[in-house]
């Protein structure tokens, strides 16, 4: 018997993540409330993503991890965007950021930073300097 784990989109725009044996059922459940009170609150809801899992183990591991996901990463996940959802599982440190040049076009890996590299703290200056805004 197929377990299913599931993403539900609710009308705030939050996202539920669960699993079930009969994913038609629980949608329904979802879907007329009254069963979890999470998505009760935030009907409608939308199935956005669903997948089968040979073992209830396996769909039980699977949302626990997405349900610690960003939102990006369940979008990116439910739109199969495999580069996106690649880009996101990365710590935003080490994501490589794209702008528009000068030419209005993306230029991939450009990080531009609007705050000066600050000289380290030494507290004998901060009587002589003005405060600076922060960046």
């Known amino acids: 018997m197929p377990i299913w784990c599931y993403i539900l989109k609710c009308a705030d725009g939050k996202y539920y993540t669960g699993h079930t044996d009969d994913l038609e059922r629980r949608y329904a459940e979802h879907v007329h409330g009254g069963y979890c009170g999470f998505t ?31 939102r990006a990463k369940k ?5 199969q965007d495999w580069a996106s959802l690649s880009h996101f599982a990365k710590p935003p440190r080490e994501r490589v950021s794209t702008s528009l040049d000068t030419n209005g076009e993306v230029s991939a890996g450009s990080q531009t930073s ?5 000289p380290p703290f030494v507290s004998s200056e901060v009587e002589t300097q003005r405060a600076e805004p922060p960046c």
């Not at 073992?55 to 349900?67: C, F, G, H, I």
């Open 40 to 70: 009760t609150r935030r009907r409608p809801v939308t199935l956005i993503w669903a997948q089968e899992f040979a073992t209830r183990y396996e769909a039980l591991s699977s949302e626990l991890v997405v349900k610690k996901w960003s």
């Open 75 to 79: 979008e990116a996940l439910a739109a």
């Open 114 to 118: 609007s705050c000066p590299e600050q």
